[in-house]
């Protein structure tokens, strides 16, 4: 069974810092870059960046870049994102997400549907 499994998330004060966690399992992990993305309330699904063996980490949006950060434990299937100068803006359902790199692992990921997600955790800033 398929499973994608988010922790980490809370309540926060702004400035403050979270790290979120992502457990994958039933799926080939080095095969797939997972991405972290968010969902607002009243707002479309957003997506931040992904990391991948094969293509390293990659950029969604800029608008998190220099605040959140992408890490991967290969060993434990598990992906992190680390969230510091967090924003009342921040505030959503955050998911983690398996897009599928190809055969030859050289798919553009960014460009692609997500393949499997997790159930997400939420994510809340207060000012």
């Known amino acids: 069974e398929v499973q994608l499994v988010e922790s980490g998330g809370g309540l926060v004060q702004a400035g403050g810092s979270l790290r979120l966690s992502c457990v994958a399992d039933?799926?080939?992990?080095?095969?797939?870059?997972i991405g972290w993305f968010r969902q607002a309330p009243g707002k479309e699904r957003e997506g931040l960046l992904s990391i991948s063996s094969s293509h390293g980490t990659e950029y969604y949006t800029d608008s998190v870049k220099g605040r959140f950060t992408i890490s991967s434990d290969n060993a434990k299937n598990t992906v992190y994102l680390q969230m510091n100068s967090l924003k009342p803006e921040d505030t959503a359902v955050y998911y983690c997400?398996?897009?599928?790199?190809?055969?030859?692992?050289?798919?553009?990921?960014?460009?692609?549907?997500?393949?499997?997600w997790g159930q997400g955790t939420q994510v809340t800033v207060s000012s």
């Open positions: 997400a398996a897009t599928y790199l190809g055969p030859y692992r050289d798919y553009d990921v960014l460009d692609r549907e997500a393949d499997f």
């Open positions: 039933g799926f080939p992990f080095d095969d797939y870059s």
